[in-house]
Antibody, heavy 119, light 110 residues
Framework: QVQLVQSGAEVKKPGASVKVSCKASGYTFTDYDIIWVRQATGQGLEWMGWMNSKSGNTVDAQKFQGRVTMTRDTSKSTAYMDLSSLRSEDTAVYYC????????????WGQGTLVTVSS | QSVLTQPPSASGTPGQRVTISCSGSSSNIGSNYVSWYRQLPGTAPKLLIYRNNQRPSGVPDRLSGSKSGTSTSLAISGLRSEDEADYYCATWDDTLGGVIFGGGTKLTVL
């Protein structure tokens, strides 16, 4: 069965970077794109960007341009999201999801990774 | 404040039909497919509707999606206690060049 398993919770200081992984199984990794979404406590969903798993090409949300880097290791069927220059407002649960197309159709999601930014 | 506008809350009694709206513009809902998600506390979102009105396997037919112009809605009939959750609409925005989510609607089953 299709599964996306994310790395564990992280605590980072302001100004640091965090790298969250998302390991896919149950399907051919390069057949589907991966997106990243985050959710601050009590808030809604916020789209961060989209990565073509085959080519590695990415589209970043305007808000995160220059701070987010999405990469993948196809040999490990794993996608990564690196967010730099962390600030307290980046404290949130970060989700990866499998994208069927670019309209917002995401059929499988990771379990989420809590990133806490605190001095 | 999201580009897609959803009511912050909705409610209904068991067995009732409720509708959650999502309003956008010509650059998003008006020209792209819409998806809907349900999120229970502490869990990842779950896909309910894709391409405006298509249900993934396993989603019951008492949930339906529709779209008209720059608005879309999710209807839930035969309301059950397990429908109590947060609901989000999502679509691509041509101007922003990315996917946008509605602000979310908290559905309460009275």
């Amino acid at each position: 069965q299709v599964q996306l398993v994310q790395s564990g919770a992280e605590v980072k200081k302001p100004g640091a970077s965090v790298k969250v992984s998302c390991k896919a199984s149950g399907y051919t990794f390069t057949d589907y794109d991966i997106i990243w979404v985050r959710q601050a406590t009590g808030q809604g969903l916020e789209w961060m960007g989209w990565m073509n798993s085959k080519s590695g090409n990415t589209v970043d949300a305007q808000k995160f341009q220059g701070r987010v880097t999405m990469t993948r290791d196809t040999s490990k069927s794993t996608a990564y999201m690196d967010l730099s220059s962390l600030r307290s407002e980046d404290t949130a649960v970060y989700y990866c999801a499998r994208a069927v197309d670019n309209s917002g159709w995401y059929d499988y999601w990771g379990q989420g990774t809590l990133v806490t930014v605190s001095s | 404040q999201s580009v897609l506008t959803q009511p912050p809350s909705a409610s209904g009694t068991p067995g009732q039909r409720v509708t959650i709206s999502c309003s956008g513009s010509s650059s998003n809902i008006g020209s792209n497919y819409v998806s809907w998600y349900r999120q229970l506390p502490g869990t990842a979102p779950k896909l309910l509707i894709y391409r405006n009105n298509q249900r993934p396997s396993g989603v019951p037919d008492r949930l339906s999606g529709s779209k008209s112009g720059t608005s879309t809605s999710l209807a839930i009939s035969g309301l059950r206690s397990e429908d109590e959750a947060d609901y989000y609409c999502a679509t691509w925005d041509d101007t922003l060049g990315g996917v946008i989510f509605g602000g979310g609607t908290k559905l309460t089953v009275l």
